[in-house]
């Protein structure tokens, strides 16, 4: 517990001797919802970058394809629609 305190969510030595178990719980799951947007906008722009070199007929890249463990927050988040530009190939001239 030590160890995610104080290195994971970066608390104080005092910071970390005050906080209630339960706290420290609440903490974590913020920092991994954070680092989840974080692999979700990467995710994104990647499935956007390879796009136009996708085979014709190919389902497009979703996010959790990069990174299987976004399934579960694009689920939580229910933003399946929000990757339609990332589907779409980008209009080349």
């Known amino acids: 517990m030590w160890a ?3 290195y994971d ?10 906080a209630l178990p339960w706290e420290l719980g ?3 799951k913020r920092k991994r919802a954070a680092e989840d947007a974080e692999d979700l906008r990467a995710a ?3 499935c956007w970058l390879l796009a136009p070199w996708m ?3 190919r389902q497009a890249l979703e996010p959790q394809d990069i990174f299987p463990h976004l399934a ?4 939580r988040m ?8 990332a ?3 980008p209009e080349t001239k």
Do not use: M, P, Q, Y
């Open 55 to 57: 085979r014709e007929g």
């Open 44 to 46: 994104a722009a990647i």
């Open 26 to 28: 609440e903490l974590l």
């Open 4 to 6: 995610v305190g104080r």
């Open 78 to 85: 229910n933003v399946e629609s929000a990757f339609d530009l």
């Open 9 to 18: 969510l970066g608390l104080t030595e005092k910071e970390w001797a005050r």
């Open 72 to 75: 579960r927050t694009v689920r």
């Open 87 to 89: 589907k779409k190939k």
